[in-house]
């Protein structure tokens, strides 16, 4: 009968719990560096689609008043422009710069707070 022999190092054994315990704490630490990077990065592409949203409201609502004849009492807001849920544009500020001369302020609201501002000119022609 032949004995099965093993060859053992004996100064070398299994992971410890030591190394275990380190490997899975730098492991943890590169997912969440990671996952904050991931964060970062979807508050910036939200953050941004809003501000596109509010320009592309704002800008459109201008062209509108732009469109329609000169007045001095004010400018309603375009019914004719969809926004999206969460979306207000209220009525534009008007400010008479001087006789024949109006500084108009369009802003855009998503959710009742204040996104964008957009001012331009409107003369009577």
């Known amino acids: ?6 060859n053992i190092d004996r100064n070398q054994s299994g992971t410890s719990l030591v ?13 969440l560096v ?5 964060i970062t990065s979807l508050n910036g592409t939200l953050t941004a689609r809003e501000q ?3 320009e592309s409201l704002a800008r459109n609502e201008l062209e509108y008043i732009k469109s329609v004849s000169y ?4 400018y309603p807001v375009n019914d004719n422009l969809s926004l999206p849920e969460g979306w207000t544009l209220p009525e534009p500020l008007v400010e008479p710069v001087n006789a024949g001369l109006q500084k108009i302020t369009v802003i855009t609201e998503h959710n009742g707070v204040p996104v964008l501002s957009i001012s331009t000119y409107k003369m009577s022609r």
Do not use: R
């Open 1 to 6: 009968m032949s004995v099965l022999t093993t």
């Open 19 to 31: 190394e275990t315990v380190v490997a899975f704490g730098i492991l943890s630490a590169v997912v």
């Open 34 to 38: 990671f996952l904050g990077g991931l």
């Open 52 to 54: 596109g949203i509010a």
């Open 71 to 74: 007045s001095a009492t004010g």
